[in-house]
C-alpha cells in the first residue's frame, strides 16, 4: 500500500476496494481485474484508489495479507482454547487441517478463484515466513497438550517433525488450490491429511533396527 489508513472514511474507502476487487473475481473471473474495472466497481475515480494502490497486484497483496494474518490469529485462538481445555489431539488435530483447508483451499468455489491467484503471486519468502510461524505456533501448543498428559501416544515436537507437518499438510492444500482439484473441501480430503498428521505425530513403537 502507498499509504495506511488512520481515519475511519479510510479504512471504508480500503474495505470498499477490497469488496469490489473480490466481487470482480469471484463473479467475473481473473481476466476482469483491472485498476479501472476495480475502481468502477467500488464507485471511486481511479486517482482515488491510486492513492493507496499503485497496481491491482498491490490490491491482492494487501487482501492476501490481510486474509493470512486473520486466518493465524483464528488459529492461535482455536489452539489456545484447544489447550485450555485440554482436548484430545486428534479433536485438535481435525480443527486444524479444517481450518487450513477453509482459509488457503477455499469454503466455496467462487472463492477459490481468489485464493489460486494468491498462490501464485506472494512470494516464497512470504510463504516460507507464514510456515514457520505455523510451525513454531503448532508446537508450542502440541507441547503444552503433551505436558498436560492430553496427547498419549504422541511424541514431543522437534523441529524436523514440525518442518515435515506444516510443509505435508500446505503443500497438499496448496496443489489441490492450483489445480482446481474437485476434491479440495471433500469429507475424503480432510481424512487423508488428518491420517498423515496423526501418522507422523505418532511415537515410534517398533524397535529401529541397528
Given at each position: 500500500?502507498?499509504?495506511?489508513?488512520?481515519?475511519?472514511?479510510?479504512?471504508?474507502?480500503?474495505?470498499?476496494i477490497f469488496d469490489a476487487t473480490a466481487q470482480i473475481v469471484e463473479t467475473e473471473g481473473e481476466?476482469?481485474?483491472?485498476?479501472?474495472?476495480?475502481?468502477?466497481?467500488?464507485?471511486?475515480?481511479?486517482?482515488?484508489?491510486?492513492?493507496?494502490?499503485?497496481?491491482?497486484?498491490?490490491?491482492?497483496?494487501?487482501?492476501?495479507?490481510?486474509?493470512?494474518?486473520?486466518?493465524?490469529?483464528?488459529?492461535?485462538?482455536?489452539?489456545?482454547?484447544?489447550?485450555?481445555?485440554?482436548?484430545?489431539?486428534?479433536?485438535?488435530?481435525?480443527?486444524?487441517?479444517?481450518?487450513?483447508?477453509?482459509?488457503?483451499g477455499g469454503a466455496s468455489r467462487p472463492r477459490r478463484v481468489f485464493i489460486r491467484m494468491a498462490?501464485?503471486?506472494?512470494?516464497?519468502?512470504?510463504?516460507?515466513?507464514?510456515?514457520?510461524?505455523g510451525a513454531d505456533r503448532n508446537a508450542m501448543a502440541l507441547g503444552q497438550l503433551i505436558a498436560?498428559?492430553?496427547?498419549?501416544?504422541?511424541?514431543?515436537?522437534?523441529?524436523?517433525?514440525?518442518?515435515?507437518?506444516?510443509?505435508?499438510?500446505?503443500?497438499?492444500?496448496?496443489?489441490?488450490?492450483?489445480?482446481?482439484?474437485?476434491?479440495?473441501?471433500?469429507?475424503?480430503?480432510?481424512?487423508?491429511?488428518?491420517?498423515?498428521?496423526?501418522?507422523?505425530?505418532?511415537?515410534?513403537?517398533?524397535?529401529?533396527?541397528?
Amino acid at each position: 500500500m502507498r499509504k495506511q489508513p488512520t481515519q475511519a472514511r479510510a479504512q471504508r474507502t480500503i474495505e470498499t476496494i477490497f469488496d469490489a476487487t473480490a466481487q470482480i473475481v469471484e463473479t467475473e473471473g481473473e481476466g476482469a481485474l483491472t485498476t479501472n474495472r476495480i475502481a468502477q466497481k467500488a464507485g471511486f475515480s481511479i486517482g482515488t484508489l491510486y492513492q493507496y494502490f499503485p497496481s491491482k497486484e498491490a490490491v491482492l497483496l494487501a487482501m492476501i495479507h490481510r486474509q493470512r494474518d486473520k486466518a493465524q490469529a483464528d488459529l492461535q485462538a482455536m489452539l489456545d482454547r484447544a489447550v485450555a481445555e485440554r482436548q484430545p489431539i486428534a479433536v485438535v488435530v481435525r480443527d486444524l487441517v479444517r481450518m487450513l483447508v477453509k482459509a488457503f483451499g477455499g469454503a466455496s468455489r467462487p472463492r477459490r478463484v481468489f485464493i489460486r491467484m494468491a498462490w501464485r503471486l506472494d512470494g516464497h519468502d512470504n510463504v516460507t515466513q507464514a510456515l514457520r510461524e505455523g510451525a513454531d505456533r503448532n508446537a508450542m501448543a502440541l507441547g503444552q497438550l503433551i505436558a498436560m498428559g492430553g496427547a498419549p501416544g504422541v511424541r514431543p515436537p522437534t523441529p524436523a517433525m514440525m518442518f515435515v507437518v506444516t510443509r505435508a499438510v500446505m503443500g497438499a492444500i496448496r496443489s489441490a488450490s492450483l489445480e482446481d482439484s474437485p476434491l479440495l473441501g471433500t469429507p475424503a480430503f480432510e481424512d487423508e491429511l488428518v491420517r498423515l498428521v496423526l501418522g507422523l505425530l505418532q511415537a515410534d513403537i517398533q524397535a529401529k533396527s541397528a
